[in-house]
């Protein structure tokens, strides 16, 4: 059985959350204030910094867990943003064809010597007439990246057997 190494302790919600209001109350104090704040709060939140600092210790961090609170206090949770960012539209994702992909499979497997460039050059001059509808509908990048992946995929599988 392989044992996991955990790289990241984490607060529980309620706790980020009081550390993130206690960052912005204190967004744009001095260093000193800062840690003035810091340290009435923490002994206002004495029994609930012990509960959160018995949780990190029991899922194994062996760290100063109240300088783990004030760093995430003072260096990121007082940094985030106040204004939320615009959330972006994502592409709609355009499926290649199960025939397409066989096809690309096929003439990867026959042609793995080549370099992928090349290879993808070849595919292209060999299979013109078949590949204009699909050029059309999915675009020259996403045939592109698909056959490169496609290639990459079958490379790696090749050279794990």
């Not at 309620?14 to 993130?20: I, N, P, R, V």
């Not at 001059?125 to 509908?137: K, N």
Request: proline share 1%; glycine share 2%; charged share 40%.
């Amino acid at each position: 059985m392989q044992v996991t190494t955990t790289y990241r302790y984490e607060f529980t919600a309620s706790f980020c959350e009081a550390l993130d209001q206690f960052a912005k109350l204190h967004r744009y104090s001095d260093r000193k204030v800062f840690k003035e704040e810091w340290i009435l709060w923490a002994e206002e939140e004495k029994e609930w910094i012990e509960q959160e600092s018995d949780a990190l210790r029991a899922s194994g961090y062996t760290g100063d867990t109240l300088d783990k609170m004030f760093k995430s206090a003072r260096y990121y949770y007082r940094k985030k943003d106040i204004i939320e960012k615009e959330k972006v539209q994502r592409k709609s994702y355009v499926k290649v064809g199960a025939e397409l992909l066989k096809e690309m499979d096929e003439y990867i497997r026959e042609h793995m010597e080549m370099k992928p460039h090349d290879c993808y050059t070849s595919f292209c001059a060999r299979f013109h007439e078949e590949l204009v509808v699909d050029m059309r509908e999915l675009g020259e990048e996403k045939m592109k990246k698909t056959f490169k992946n496609r290639r990459t995929i079958l490379q790696k599988s090749c050279a794990c057997v």
